[in-house]
């Protein structure tokens, strides 16, 4: 049930609407068993398998599950009928950044202290390997204490979909806050485009209107493609000379989310909580990046976490010929320092080179180029319980079928000693949610 007034799965109350597109309603509603407010998005299956959107919908899932940070709506539980798909998510009761500078511009402090937590977020997408695509005021959401919450995240891409010279390829976002490289139909770094669209944003904030506007939509596109643009008076040279640093319409030289959190109007007031070593995730990799030290105590995995990388929980399953997942999950009751140690052996075996990612997740890297490129394979560990983990590994690179050769010929018989279950084969009644 999806109407106001309505109950979904005895457990969400829903309440008044708060916004609709063509394939989704967002209610505001009450969770009956905290009384908690959330915000539950409603997509029409139907609807949405007609235009092709199941990949999207996955993307979007798969992106909340990787993104936990303070300055992003958080996704809680997402559950399904026949007829439509749920997502529960946090509630930003705020509203929109949009209808904030819709009034006029911001207080330079307070636009200041917005596009901080702006960066601080968009750089740990970054780090865990997603590029939003569509940042823009209206997917900025608010939360009742004024703090930015990033949403929307349906158009995102994530690291493995970058193809082999790792540039991005779909030309996406709305135009106003688009790079000059993505509107032009080139390959773009998604990080880059990300760092424009913010661009854009801080202007917006400081002046109430935008920087590229114009009825003609191709005069328009001319104006972002030159970086065409002017700051109003009361801009300071400051944030004046970072507007322009960022609003480069050459992606190579346009400044980096790095060197924007080293900028001296960037971090004037900055507090520690938005600095990159203060991000927080509900969902951290146990690996710490020192090889040589022990892992560090894994946050372990609440219930919706650790049903939603379950096999029964995909929502790939709801769409008709959805693609088989290129990964291999399974839990196992040997501690963290054991799995490790397995999974480096593993790596030895197969000839495989293993590095540390941001995140701290483990690489393995083939050492030679196969048919589209070298096989990788990205790892996670994740705890779940005292010496009972649950562990991903997935492609990241190179041929499928190559992958899919070396996992079934060598990786799943050497990993044999160490799991306890793994997905697609039987389980137990007490285990089989797990995998």
Known sequence: MDSKGGVLMQRYEFGKLLGQGTFAKVYHARDIKNEESVAIKVIDKEKSVKVGMMEQIEREISVMKRVRHPNMVQLYEVMATKAKIYFVMEFARGGELFHKVAKGKMREDAARNVFQQLIT??????????????????NLLLDEQGNLKISDF???????????DGLLHTTCG?????????????????????????????????????PFHDSNLMEMYRKIGKAVFKCPNWVTPDARNLICKILDPNPNTRISISKI?????????LKSKFSRSGCISTREPILDTDTKAEPSKPTNLNAFEIISLSAGFDLSGLFKGSEPKKEIKFTSNKTAKAIISKLEEVATRVKMKVTKKDGGRLRFDGLREGRKGVVSIDAGIFEVGPDFHLVEMKKANGDTLEYEKLVKKVIRPCLKDIVWTL?????TEETQFLT
């Open 121 to 138: 977020a968009v750089d740990f997408c970054h780090s865990r390997g997603v590029y939003h695509r569509d940042l823009k005021p209206e």
């Open 423 to 427: 997905q697609g084969e039987q389980q």
């Open 174 to 210: 709305t135009p106003a806050y688009v790079s000059p490289e993505v509107i032009s139909g080139r390959r773009y770094d998604g990080a880059k485009a990300d760092i424009w669209s913010c661009g854009v944003i801080l202007y917006v904030l400081l002046s109430g209107h935008l």
């Open 261 to 269: 959190m080293e900028n001296s109007w960037f971090r004037r007031g």
């Open 154 to 164: 349906g158009l995102s891409a994530i690291a493995e979909s970058k193809q082999q």
